[in-house]
């Protein structure tokens, strides 16, 4: 299984600006993303499976993956692409046997030998970060694109940076060895989601234009 990790959205539920995971969703696919995390919280299962559902219809349209942050039951469920999993979530050996070979899925890492250890298990690509200052991930350090040069290095997975990008700093990302960069403020947050997601893809060419290497440069699964 071949996707472009190059522009990945995560979801969010923002009430204060009437916008849910399929709200956001819909304006990241019309702006150009090429993949969905959808990152749900607190939701009863049946409800969360509902709005995969939703969002995996999209997608599916859209010919880009969907991937499901740490339920692995929902991501069966759903048939959704793929699964992404932190240290303290399932095991991707143990997510492997659920989901088959077929699946991606991802791991999060903050250093270098957490990336190799991910890849030894058999992740799919390892998101590394977060890369700088974010609200979502607050009085957390930003590990620098020192770490995204460090893992790119030592893996031989696509490498997605995450945690604070934006439109001036995703050239960076890319520069230091990323393959592709993971939003969510960027986008859920924007005004215009739409318009924020084109700005980002637009930055995002323009640096893999620069850099001359995709996503698939590594061997994405």
């Known amino acids: 299984m071949s996707f472009d990790l190059g522009l990945y959205v995560i979801t969010a539920s923002i009430p204060e600006l009437g916008r849910d995971h399929y709200d956001v969703a819909a304006a990241a696919i019309e702006g150009g993303a090429t993949a969905i995390q959808l990152r749900i919280k607190k939701r009863a299962m049946g409800e969360a499976l509902k709005i995969a559902n939703a969002i995996h219809e999209l997608t599916q349209e859209a010919g880009i993956p969907l991937i ?9 469920a759903s048939k959704a692409e793929g699964l992404h999993v932190g240290p303290d979530d399932i095991s991707i050996p143990s997510a492997r046997r659920m989901l088959g070979a077929g699946v991606m899925i991802g791991r ?33 350090p930003p590990v620098g694109t020192a770490s995204l040069i460090k893992v790119g290095a030592v893996v031989g997975v696509p490498v997605v940076a995450i945690g604070g990008i934006n439109a001036g700093n995703i050239a960076q990302c890319i520069e230091s060895g990323a393959d592709g960069v993971a939003v969510i403020g960027a986008v859920a947050m924007a005004d215009d989601m739409v318009a924020a997601t084109a700005t980002l893809r637009n930055a995002l060419d323009r640096a893999r234009g620069k850099s001359r290497r995709g996503v698939g440069a590594r061997g994405g699964k």
């Open 108 to 140: 999060s890492a903050k250093k270098h030998v957490e990336a190799i250890r991910a890849e030894q298990e058999g992740a799919s690509y390892v998101g590394v970060g977060p890369v700088f200052a974010t609200e979502n991930k607050p009085g957390e």
């Open 68 to 76: 499901i942050n740490d339920h692995v039951g929902i991501a069966m």
